[in-house]
């Protein structure tokens, strides 16, 4: 008896497969390159002799190293003071922006939910139209938070994007007769969300952590609006306040007709600017690793099972 030989599993790929495996490949690598490549000169910059940036003579690897922009930027002691509130306002938006979004989402995506329509719809209407700045600042200090930490993190509470986002994940993610099966067990709504669909739910709570987390960290339009005690200052207005300085320090400078003093003055005022920007962006550039594989889990989940 003759035994036939097991046919290979292996794919056999083509040349056309071979032609779009590599344009796939250099693509990438294209985007990659514009990518990477002002993030590299960012950090050069900011330990390079301004004189080699200004002439365009560094323009990927540092030249003449000098860490005098970030001795400057770090001799302002209300720099500490920003970093240590923006911190703050981070983590307490950040969690104040969970508890109201995963609840709320979770709600919605029950179809049991009396009135989901009309909430949804009135949830909806709030991205198309905006109430305008003058309005919430008068809502803002008629509850009495301007000039507090609230007044940072209360307006941005939530986010309806964000809520729909969440929202999906739930209906597409969390079986029904998951949440079915508790109920027959005794289990209420609230032992129900906390014991069973959160614990189910970390890709989606690490991405609305980050979007949430980075718009805190970012956020200096509302200290601007709302804050005058500069010790509730964050890092953004602290570091917009030292950018602004430099640039005065030069005008007076030039109006005072120094040669010598207006070159120095603008050497420095190069040298801020771009050490200015690493400090702003290196913390969130850290974590973002350790959330990476959250993120992506949590941005792709729809896509995939959808």
Same mark, same amino acid.
């Given at each position: 008896?003759?035994?036939?030989?097991?046919?290979?599993?292996?794919?056999?790929?083509?040349?056309?497969?071979?032609?779009?495996?590599?344009?796939?490949?250099?693509?990438?690598?294209?985007?990659?390159?514009?990518?990477?490549?002002?993030?590299?000169?960012?950090?050069?910059?900011?330990?390079?002799?301004?004189?080699?940036?200004?002439?365009?003579?560094?323009?990927?690897?540092?030249?003449?190293?000098?860490?005098?922009?970030?001795?400057?930027?770090?001799?302002?002691?209300?720099?500490?003071?920003?970093?240590?509130?923006?911190?703050?306002?981070?983590?307490?938006?950040?969690?104040?922006?969970?508890?109201?979004?995963?609840?709320?989402?979770?709600?919605?995506?029950?179809?049991?939910?009396?009135?989901?329509?009309?909430? $949804?719809?009135? =949830?909806?209407?709030?991205?198309?139209?905006?109430?305008?700045?003058?309005?919430?600042?008068?809502?803002?200090?008629?509850?009495?938070?301007?000039?507090?930490?609230?007044?940072?993190?209360?307006?941005?509470?939530?986010?309806?994007?964000?809520?729909?986002?969440?929202?999906?994940?739930?209906?597409?993610?969390?079986?029904?007769?998951?949440?079915?099966?508790?109920?027959?067990?005794?289990?209420?709504?609230?032992?129900?969300?906390?014991?069973?669909?959160?614990?189910?739910?970390?890709?989606?709570?690490?991405?609305?952590?980050?979007?949430?987390?980075?718009?805190?960290?970012?956020?200096?339009?509302?200290?601007?609006?709302?804050?005058?005690?500069?010790?509730?200052?964050?890092?953004?207005?602290?570091?917009?306040?030292? =950018?602004?300085?430099?640039?005065?320090?030069?005008?007076?400078?030039?109006?005072?007709?120094?040669?010598?003093?207006?070159?120095?003055?603008?050497?420095?005022?190069?040298?801020?600017?771009?050490?200015? $920007?690493?400090?702003?962006?290196?913390? =969130?550039?850290?974590?973002?690793?350790?959330?990476?594989?959250?993120?992506?889990?949590?941005?792709?989940?729809?896509?995939?099972?959808?």
């Amino acid at each position: 008896m003759k035994i036939k030989p097991k046919k290979s599993s292996k794919i056999v790929e083509t040349k056309s497969d071979r032609i779009f495996d590599i344009t796939n490949k250099i693509l990438v690598w294209f985007f990659i390159i514009i990518i990477m490549y002002p993030l590299i000169y960012i950090v050069s910059a900011s330990i390079s002799n301004p004189s080699f940036v200004n002439s365009g003579e560094m323009w990927l690897f540092p030249k003449d190293i000098t860490f005098e922009g970030f001795q400057r930027v770090f001799e302002s002691k209300d720099i500490w003071i920003g970093y240590r509130n923006t911190i703050f306002y981070t983590l307490l938006g950040t969690f104040i922006n969970l508890a109201v979004t995963l609840p709320c989402a979770y709600a919605l995506s029950r179809t049991e939910l009396v009135g989901k329509g009309v909430i $949804m719809g009135m =949830l909806i209407f709030t991205m198309f139209f905006d109430g305008g700045l003058v309005p919430t600042y008068l809502l803002v200090r008629d509850l009495g938070m301007v000039n507090t930490i609230w007044a940072m993190v209360i307006p941005s509470a939530a986010s309806v994007w964000n809520i729909i986002v969440t929202m999906t994940f739930f209906k597409v993610t969390i079986p029904r007769g998951l949440e079915e099966a508790a109920e027959v067990d005794g289990a209420s709504v609230f032992r129900t969300f906390f014991q069973i669909v959160l614990p189910l739910s970390a890709p989606i709570i690490a991405v609305m952590a980050l979007f949430y987390g980075v718009g805190h960290w970012n956020q200096y339009f509302g200290a601007l609006i709302y804050l005058t005690d500069r010790e509730l200052f964050p890092l953004q207005l602290i570091l917009r306040e030292i =950018l602004i300085q430099q640039e005065i320090a030069t005008e007076i400078m030039m109006q005072g007709g120094n040669i010598e003093a207006i070159g120095e003055q603008a050497r420095i005022a190069s040298i801020v600017k771009y050490a200015v $920007m690493i400090v702003s962006a290196a913390p =969130l550039l850290i974590a973002y690793p350790f959330l990476q594989r959250f993120f992506l889990k949590g941005v792709m989940i729809g896509s995939v099972k959808g």
